[in-house]
């Protein structure tokens, strides 16, 4: 062999070697074990809900596992590290510095609006994909596109609750009652928007402090102004409080349609006295999705429960999240952020999780639930409104 074709194929050798060290050096970048946070409300009044975002994910990260999940052929495991948030804007902004601090490659959190807006510019200042059930419109708006809503947001939620309130009691008189909140009040300004475009006689707009169980004078004046549709966006305690106070005034004659967070079991079995209860949800129940009948019994094996929220969706977000390791071939902040935004995900639930560049759901189904013999049942549920 002549020294110019051995000084070739040295040549031609350190480069094979440098491309398997190149290609080695990728692999590393994927670490045996990613870190996924759950920083949610845990304790308090709505652990339920926040337990039930952990177990949905916990679920998603149990059956990856089962299915030998792997990136770039490498087989991975997910750890899911959990942080009470304690239901409060500092408890939020403390368990997303934890979190941060203790390297997740994602985090899903956190529960109220107003507690997830505290938290976001944490997870901004970090560039960290937040992926969150909280609904309030600003939520996606105030982060840099890292954060990813699982469901409608408020806007399309108050598009939705106008236009079935219309078409429930045409040309009525109607009132708007919220809670005065980050939530409560970023509905009513969607709300109000969305029924003068319905043409809604809203002769009744009125505020209540969260934590107010006295609606007397507010029924009073319903009854007063002759409101035969009430829009309410208030959560379970103030509404049976306000309905305790219309049946005592005598105004019960009432269409009465809530918002998400008054779909509980105990409104639906409350003796309510009005005409009609509809509840316009931003999530659907996991019985009304053609596969939740499986993530159900899966559900209640691993749990002896069935699921209060949004579990189902924690459960996609969870394989949404795989999906774009897998298809990223890295847990950088930036690549997750850019393929979340980029693909249709594998799902199992849902089916429908895709997000669009502004972190929303680009086919966002929204229900209408009636209160019928104890139960919410689903009356129709469309992503156009």
């Known amino acids: 062999m002549s020294k110019a074709n051995h000084l070739a194929r040295r040549h031609l050798l350190a480069l094979a070697a440098a491309a398997s060290l190149g290609l080695a050096g990728c692999g590393s970048d994927i670490p045996d074990t990613i870190k996924i946070g759950v920083g949610t409300t845990l304790s308090g009044p709505s652990a339920n809900r926040g337990t039930d975002i952990l177990n949905g994910v916990k679920l998603a990260v149990a059956e990856l596992d089962r299915q030998g999940y792997k990136v770039d052929g490498k087989a991975v495991k997910f750890e899911i590290v959990q942080i009470d948030d304690k239901g409060t804007a500092d408890g939020a902004k403390a368990a997303a510095q934890q979190l941060i601090d203790q390297g997740v490659a994602v985090v899903f959190g956190h529960l109220a609006s107003d507690v997830t807006l505290a938290a976001v510019p944490v997870y901004q200042a970090k560039g960290l994909p937040l992926v969150t059930t909280s609904s309030a419109k600003e939520i996606t708006t105030q982060g840099g596109g890292n954060v990813f809503r699982l469901v409608a947001s408020d806007a399309a939620q108050a598009r939705a609750l106008a236009n079935y309130g219309n078409n429930a009691a045409p040309g009525t008189r109607a009132a708007v009652i919220n809670e005065d909140s980050v939530y409560g009040r970023g509905v009513l300004d969607d709300l109000v928007a969305a029924a003068s475009g319905a043409k809604l006689d809203l002769v009744v707009r009125d505020k209540?402090?969260?934590?107010?169980?006295?609606?007397?004078?507010?029924?009073?004046?319903?009854?007063?102004?002759?409101?035969?549709?009430?829009?309410?966006?208030?959560?379970?305690?103030?509404?049976?409080?306000?309905?305790?106070?219309?049946?005592?005034?005598?105004?019960?004659?009432?269409?009465?349609?809530?918002?998400?967070?008054?779909?509980?079991?105990?409104?639906?079995?409350?003796?309510?006295?009005?005409?009609?209860?509809?509840?316009?949800?931003?999530?659907?129940?996991?019985?009304?999705?053609?596969?939740?009948?499986?993530?159900?019994?899966?559900?209640?094996?691993?749990?002896?429960?069935?699921?209060?929220?949004?579990?189902?969706?924690?459960?996609?977000?969870?394989?949404?999240?795989?999906?774009?390791?897998?298809?990223?071939?890295?847990?950088?902040?930036?690549?997750?952020?850019?393929?979340?935004?980029?693909?249709?995900?594998?799902?199992?639930?849902?089916?429908?999780?895709?997000?669009?560049?502004?972190?929303?759901?680009?086919?966002?189904?929204?229900?209408?639930?009636?209160?019928?013999?104890?139960?919410?049942?689903?009356?129709?549920?469309?992503?156009?409104?």
Request: aromatic share 10%.
């Open 208 to 385: 209540v402090d969260p934590k107010s169980r006295d609606f007397v004078a507010i029924a009073q004046k319903l009854k007063a102004d002759k409101v035969s549709l009430l829009f309410a966006v208030l959560r379970e305690p103030q509404l049976l409080a306000l309905a305790d106070a219309l049946k005592a005034a005598g105004h019960t004659d009432l269409t009465v349609v809530l918002s998400n967070p008054a779909k509980t079991d105990k409104v639906a079995a409350a003796d309510l006295p009005f005409k009609a209860t509809y509840v316009v949800s931003s999530a659907l129940d996991v019985r009304d999705f053609p596969q939740g009948t499986k993530f159900l019994a899966e559900f209640r094996k691993a749990y002896n429960s069935d699921p209060v929220w949004a579990a189902h969706y924690a459960y996609d977000g969870m394989f949404t999240v795989a999906d774009a390791i897998r298809r990223a071939k890295s847990v950088k902040s930036e690549d997750l952020i850019k393929t979340l935004k980029s693909i249709d995900p594998v799902t199992w639930v849902t089916q429908t999780m895709r997000f669009g560049p502004d972190g929303e759901q680009t086919n966002a189904a929204i229900g209408v639930y009636q209160a019928t013999r104890g139960a919410w049942v689903l009356k129709m549920s469309s992503a156009v409104w």
